[in-house]
């Protein structure tokens, strides 16, 4: 006996939310596509007695058991989710892909530019090392010129090169003060933490306690990183340590040269005095230089 033919089951979803229509499809409608596709497989296959779609073939199909209005239907839905459904999301799809590629490529060169900016910028690095040697053999040849003494010897030239190696060591340092010293310590973990506070995590070496050990005397950490960048960028969050508990105390600051750390300590004797003599605006050492904090704030209030 041929089973009844059943109209409009598989597509009036489609119909109704207008998918498929001048061949327009979105991705949003995969949902209501899925389940008209499922909805004629299932009853293609419950009808010729196939568990899935994979258990059924022609053979089982050419049977007198369906009518041809129903075999018409399911013929005609079937092309229909393909045709103007299921290609178009295909398409769509293509393109989405394609898409991607485009931003994959782009974000490539992104990457190649940003690799070349850091080659360039190591380059001028080298550079200015190159040029702070030149310019002490050049100090040191016009000394010698001007005593009469002999032509520049291989020691001074080593001589200067060595200091301005250690000059660059020294830009990439960073010492630790009002860190409790305590036996058999791990200055290495005691730094990583005051990092985390900072949420810094850079790597960092020679971490170590730094002076001669003395009673009630608690001598600074000094530890390296990898660049003066990294130096400015924690040295620039140091001040957050002042909110946290157990903290308080400690400040970091830049491994300067004996003469930079007398002009430091000027510079903070004129920051007192003027603290002192103008309590009502805020002063604070900015570059080298002592900067009223009052001003900037008056003229962004008013602007």
């Known amino acids: 006996m041929a089973v009844q033919y059943r109209t409009g089951k598989y597509l009036d979803e489609i119909h ?51 009518v041809k209005a129903q075999m018409a239907e399911w013929l005609f839905s079937a092309i229909y989710l393909l045709e103007q459904c299921s290609l178009p999301l295909m398409s769509n799809a293509r393109v989405q892909l394609e898409n991607l590629n485009e931003e994959k490529i782009e974000d490539q060169k992104s990457i190649i530019k940003l ?53 660059d060591d020294r830009s990439k340092e960073i010492l ?9 310590e791990c200055a290495t973990a005691k730094v990583a933490k005051i990092l985390d506070h900072l949420e810094e995590k850079p790597k960092f070496q020679q971490c170590r306690r730094i002076g001669q050990q003395r009673e009630n005397a608690v001598r600074p950490i000094k530890f390296n990183v990898r660049s003066t960048d990294i130096v400015y960028q924690i ?8 909110e946290v508990e ?13 003469e930079e750390r007398v002009a430091r300590q000027k510079l903070v ?35």
């Open 16 to 66: 109704e939310t207008s998918i498929g229509t001048d061949n327009v499809f979105c991705e949003i409608n995969v949902k209501e596509v899925q389940e008209s596709s499922r909805l004629l497989v299932n009853d293609i296959c419950k009808t010729f007695g196939a568990e899935s779609l994979t258990d059924l073939n022609p053979a089982m199909m050419n049977k007198n058991t369906v």
């Open 176 to 184: 630790v003060f009002g860190v409790a010293e305590e036996k058999g």
């Open 269 to 303: 004797a004129e920051l007192k005095q003027k603290r002192i003599g103008d309590p009502n605006s805020r002063y604070f050492i900015r570059k080298g230089e002592i900067v009223q904090a009052a001003l900037e704030e008056s003229f962004h209030s008013t602007g």
């Open 115 to 167: 690799q070349s900016d850091l080659i360039s910028q190591k380059n001028e690095e080298l550079g200015l090392v190159s040029k702070t040697v030149e310019t002490e053999l050049k100090t040191y040849s016009s000394a010698l010129q001007q005593s009469c003494s002999t032509a520049l010897s291989p020691k001074n030239i080593a001589a200067a090169v060595q200091k301005v190696a250690r000059e």
């Open 235 to 242: 040295l620039s969050k140091a001040k957050r340590l002042r």
């Open 246 to 258: 157990g903290y308080k105390t400690v400040y970091l600051s830049p491994n300067r040269t004996p």
